[in-house]
């Protein structure tokens, strides 16, 4: 059984609780857009974080790993360096300084990352 565990580390990162591995699939899966949004929110949780707490976390390390996972062409690893580009520098645009409101958008896209990790689990895992 060819397990991957790219939701597990990024989920256990978001959560910090374990979580099960999925199948492995050979075409785009059917969750591709969830994956490319949660990608997103990987890279605006990189930045406010280490805006915010002055240290990296290994969060850009974790998206790392889950585009060598995941990522079987090019073309799709550029997707998934696109998708983590544009929320890390969507909020770099607008946040120069920690502040309640970097604080707040961190805490609030965290969670939504947790819950879109958890639903592509528990939809398309085993």
């Known amino acids: 059984m060819k397990g991957y565990c ?9 959560s910090f609780t374990a979580v ?10 059917p969750y591709e857009a969830r994956l490319m949004r949660l990608s997103e929110i990987v890279g605006s949780v990189h930045y406010l974080r280490t805006l915010c707490l002055k240290t990296d976390e290994g969060w850009r390390d974790k998206m790392q790993e889950l585009i060598e996972l995941e990522a079987t062409d ?29 604080i707040e958008a961190e805490e609030l896209y965290r969670k939504q990352g947790l819950e879109l990790a958890s639903e592509i689990i528990a939809r398309y895992g085993n």
């Open 20 to 29: 099960a591995p999925l199948f492995a699939q050979t075409a785009a899966p």
């Open 74 to 102: 090019p073309e799709r690893r550029a997707r998934f360096v696109a998708a983590f580009n544009k929320g890390y520098r969507s909020f770099a645009s607008v946040h120069r300084k920690c502040n309640s409101v970097a």
């Open 6 to 14: 790219r939701f597990a580390a990024l989920a256990a990162l978001l």
